[in-house]
């Protein structure tokens, strides 16, 4: 082994012009990633490390090409959950995307008022139509539900007046960091905990209501499940209560399912924004990228004067959404008006794909199997499979479906689905007992094709 010297590196110049050929990058991106990466390599060999060039070429190519793998792009979603928080949760339909391309590339009237020629109100027309759908007094949106529960919290919980009260078994972690105690304490509320984990009585409740009450807060416990000697009061006996002593009853309901999801597919019941206002919650927040099936936002509903107050809060500014995301999730809120009376003709694709039968998704793979033909490296079939919701949503339902199967030979279960990860286009499914799948109820009918082009590209 022969040690290098220094001035075998590879010049970054000529590396990095070599690398722009076959990675198409932006030049200086990639003149600072070699600068960085032969950095390190010069400090390994001046520390004594035995190194030679075509292994510094090799790696720093590698690690290029992860970087470059990194920018966002689209991904085909073969692993069966529809509101993948990793792959972006929910997908748009076409009047939503048509409609933020054409907000996007030109001016708009997003705080302008067009019959008067004066200065008008943002998200107005949303407004309505969320008030309108929900069957609420008034609505308002911010960037996503944690940022909605910590503008309510902030309004509703400051100086003395602080106390929020909370079941224990509510004091949920959401993933990605969202803690109902750390939400509680960033907003500077002070989380006063009721019940016990399995059951919270509404004498719970009412005993720990004092002056310094500000606000009731239920959560709802979508990412995980609770059975057996549970219980809880309703919301309607919560509502009582509070309104008893005067006091606000705030709900984060998460997932915000808008319709009866349960009446698409066989999943459990997910709660709805309309029904906690209807049973007396004072405000709901949720998301508009989970079951909703918009984009990434989070949507407050309820009295009136609680939503104004909100607005007026210095911190609703540094919340709110820009005009790409209230043209989507405003062409969403539309999509279900429209289609309020017949939610099977929705264009709300994560709806869609929830409720698409098996008999249609056995019918493209057996298309899709077709296309591919037969293979020399393995066998390919198609296969009952289950999807889920995913998002921290609904943990026990399980939705049948159906998925292509790979039981791959002369080629790794890994480097199959590592091959396709970093395949044009990325596709993501996952290993089951021994076999790779691509479930078809992720996967659109317009990315059909791809699949089949890639399987016996990689498997013929
Ligand atoms: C998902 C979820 C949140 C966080 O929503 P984001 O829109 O991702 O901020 C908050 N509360 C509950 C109950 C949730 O399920």
Not at 52 to 81: D, M, Q
Not at 376 to 404: H, R, V, Y
């Amino acid at each position: 082994m022969i040690t290098m010297s220094l001035r075998e590196l590879p010049s970054v110049e000529k590396f990095a012009n070599s690398l722009s050929k076959i990675i198409s990058l932006p030049k200086p991106l990639i003149i600072g990633f070699v600068r960085r990466e032969l950095d390190g390599w010069r400090q390994q060999i001046l520390d004594g490390k035995e190194v030679n060039r075509e292994e510094i070429e090799t790696s720093v190519t590698e690690n290029l090409n992860h970087f470059a793998a990194s920018k966002l792009k689209p991904v085909i979603n073969g692993t069966g959950v529809l509101i993948h928080t990793n792959l972006g949760r929910s997908p748009l339909g076409k009047t939503a995307a048509d409609a933020l391309v054409n907000i996007a590339t030109g001016y708009s009237n997003l705080e302008f008022n067009l019959p008067e020629g004066t200065r008008g109100k943002r998200a107005g027309y949303l407004e309505t139509a969320l008030a309108c759908l929900l069957d609420a007094e008034a609505s308002t949106v911010v960037n996503n539900c944690a940022a909605a529960l910590i503008v309510i919290l902030r309004h509703l919980a400051n100086g003395e007046k602080n106390e929020v009260i909370v079941s224990r078994g509510e004091l949920v972690e959401i993933g990605g960091g969202f803690r109902i105690p750390e939400i509680l304490e960033t907003s500077g509320a002070k989380l006063v905990e009721v019940g016990a984990t399995n059951k919270t009585h509404l004498s719970d409740y009412a005993n720990a209501i004092t002056p310094n009450t500000a606000l009731i807060l239920k959560v709802h416990r979508s990412n995980f499940y609770m059975g057996g000697f549970t219980a809880e009061p309703e919301a309607s006996e919560l509502s009582a209560l509070a309104h008893e002593h005067g006091i606000p009853l705030v709900e984060d309901i998460g997932s915000g399912a808008l319709m009866n999801t349960d009446e698409l597919a066989p999943i459990d019941h997910e709660p709805t924004p309309q029904a906690s206002l209807k049973n007396g919650i004072d405000l709901v927040c949720f998301s508009g990228d989970k079951l909703l099936g918009g984009p990434q936002s989070g949507i407050i509903a309820g009295k009136s004067d609680l939503i104004a107050g909100i607005k007026n809060e210095p911190f609703f500014r540094a919340v709110r959404c820009d005009k790409l995301i209230l043209t989507v999730l405003q062409e969403s809120i539309d999509e279900y008006l429209r289609t309020q009376s017949d939610p099977s003709q929705t264009d709300i694709p994560t709806l869609r794909n929830l409720a698409e039968t098996t008999q249609k998704l056995q019918a493209r793979a057996d298309v899709i199997l077709s296309k591919i033909g037969e293979i020399t490296k393995g066998e390919i079939t198609s296969a009952n499979s289950t999807a889920t919701t995913g998002g921290g949503t609904m943990p026990t339902s399980q939705i049948p479906s159906i998925a292509l199967s790979v039981n791959p030979t002369g080629i790794s279960l890994n480097q199959l689905s590592r091959s396709l990860r970093t395949g044009k286009p990325a596709i993501v499914g996952y290993t089951d007992q021994e076999k790779f799948c691509l479930d078809l109820r992720t996967i659109f009918p317009w990315q059909d094709d791809a699949i089949a082009s890639q399987l016996r590209t990689i498997l013929a």
